[in-house]
């Protein structure tokens, strides 16, 4: 539907109504150091037709990462998609629907992201799962309050090793004094021991990532304990895709189970959309936020599914909600399900595998070149961070030129300086374009 103007007529009505001098009368009580007042420097006026043309030219600029070999990850994966993935969301039935907000005629949506819960609650050996959250920064969020509410404290301890837009996230939420956070920090891990000297008697969590920001697995049963210790709750963050052979996070005395759903269905694109996920023990559901869908019967006795739970301030009074931020990305739960339906445990497994053993061989390769340096040893999974020897903006801009997408460079300073690049291996890269991406890197 094309967009149909207002007139000069209608404008100067509405602005008489209430009271305005002008449109931009309208925004005097905004700063002027967060508006643009600066004439736009646009060009010459343009036909529909001279516009889209322009407008498609620009976008060509882009380069999808679907057309480059991508050794890139931290948070954002590139495995593969059965088409199965998208030929059931492209069903009008999905893809049109926005959220059950009248659940009873519903029954397709809520039935599909009950068997999602069901799948995460068996990925991570949890007793329930929500329906998804936004993504696995606000999920890192939500379970840091939810542990606030469920344990009655306001300190929040988080690993420095956890990715640094998740903890920018948390940092967020903690500016507006939900709670109070405290830094672990750690050498490519955290310790136990690092642990121990911060968590006390006032500490609602402790947050951890395993694998972490650096794709090193962290000591998740040993920091669990020291959590307990203190009468608090461990919240751990995990791969999907790494649960296919790892042992899940219950086992470890996870409280709270969260992530990010993308590598299960969902394309890079540009970085999203994603989703986050949250699993926890069943005697902390109604501190869970956003909805969960649950299984009954109707008056005729046939299977139905309804909103078992929903504590978001759409639908209850805003002082009873436990989240104003968690709105599930149903399209993305689904496209998770239809993955780990197509895929199998048997399936998720062999990514899983295939993608870790052709990281540890890419790694090897690499420091074969001499061009990169270890930092660490500590064990890993897909996701692995080296020290590139000269300029490495500089070799990811030239490997971007042969048609590859070289890592993702850390934006600390820290890292800058030391030249730190994190590379990632899914189950799509060959052994093949792994050797001819090593070649490329000693010819520089």
């Known amino acids: 539907m094309r967009f149909v103007s207002i007139t000069g007529a209608q404008q100067e009505l509405m602005l008489r109504a209430v009271g305005a001098n002008s449109v931009e009368n309208l925004y005097a009580d905004v700063p002027d150091?967060?508006?643009?007042?600066?004439?736009?420097?646009?060009?010459?006026?343009?036909?529909?037709?001279?516009?889209?043309?322009?407008?498609?030219?620009?976008?060509?600029?882009?380069?999808?990462?679907?057309?480059?070999?991508?050794?890139?990850?931290?948070?954002?994966?590139?495995?593969?998609?059965?088409?199965?993935?998208?030929?059931?969301?492209?069903?009008?039935?999905?893809f049109t629907a926005y959220t059950p907000y009248q659940p009873e005629v519903s029954q397709g949506t809520l039935q599909a992201v009950f068997e999602y819960q069901t799948m995460i609650c068996e990925l991570t050996g949890m007793d329930v799962s929500n329906a998804s959250l936004y993504d696995g920064a606000t999920a890192f969020v939500e379970a840091a309050l939810m542990a606030c509410r469920i344990t009655k404290r306001r300190t929040v301890a988080v690993a420095g090793t956890v990715h640094p837009e998740w903890r920018e996230t948390l940092e967020t939420y903690a500016a507006s004094g939900l709670y109070e956070l405290e830094y672990v920090g750690g050498d490519g891990v955290t310790r136990p021991e690092d642990w121990r000297r911060v968590v006390g008697e006032e500490t609602a969590a402790v947050l951890v990532a395993t694998p972490n920001y650096w794709g090193n697995l962290e000591e998740a049963d040993e920091i669990a304990v020291v959590a307990h210790a203190a009468g608090a709750l461990a919240v751990i963050a995990v791969s999907p895709i790494l649960l296919g052979i790892m042992e899940p996070p219950s086992s470890a005395g996870a409280d709270i189970v969260v992530g990010e759903g993308q590598p299960l269905g969902s394309p890079m694109s540009f970085g999203g959309p994603g989703l986050g996920f949250l699993a926890c023990e069943m005697r902390h559901v109604r501190h869970m936020p956003g909805r969960v869908v649950g299984e009954t019967v109707d008056t005729d006795g046939n299977r139905a599914y309804v909103l078992t739970l929903s504590t978001r301030e759409q639908h209850i009074r805003r002082e009873k909600a436990t989240s104003n931020i968690c709105s599930n990305h149903s399209l993305n739960a689904v496209a998770a399900a239809v993955y780990l339906s197509s895929v199998g445990s048997d399936g998720l497994a062999r990514v899983a595998r295939s993608s870790v053993q052709k990281a540890h061989y890419m790694r090897e390769r690499l420091l074969e070149t001499r061009k990169f340096e270890t930092e660490w040893n500590h064990p890993f999974g897909h996701e692995f961070a080296l020290r590139y020897e000269g300029d490495a903006t500089a070799m990811r801009a030239e490997l971007l030129t042969r048609g590859y997408l070289a890592g993702?460079?850390?934006?600390?300073?820290?890292?800058?300086?030391?030249?730190?690049?994190?590379?990632?291996?899914?189950?799509?890269?060959?052994?093949?374009?792994?050797?001819?991406f090593v070649d490329e890197v000693r010819t520089l």
Not at 35 to 42: A, G, I, Y
Not at 77 to 92: M, S, T
Not at 411 to 418: F, L, N, V, Y
Not at 425 to 434: F, L, P, W
């Open 33 to 94: 150091a967060v508006r643009l007042c600066r004439p736009l420097r646009l060009g010459d006026p343009m036909s529909e037709m001279q516009l889209v043309a322009h407008l498609d030219g620009l976008s060509r600029a882009n380069m999808p990462a679907t057309g480059l070999i991508s050794f890139a990850g931290a948070g954002c994966y590139d495995h593969y998609i059965p088409a199965i993935v998208d030929d059931v969301l492209r069903k009008p039935h999905f």
């Open 408 to 436: 993702v460079i850390p934006p600390d300073e820290q890292s800058a300086a030391r030249g730190r690049v994190i590379f990632a291996v899914t189950e799509k890269r060959t052994r093949a374009e792994i050797d001819a």
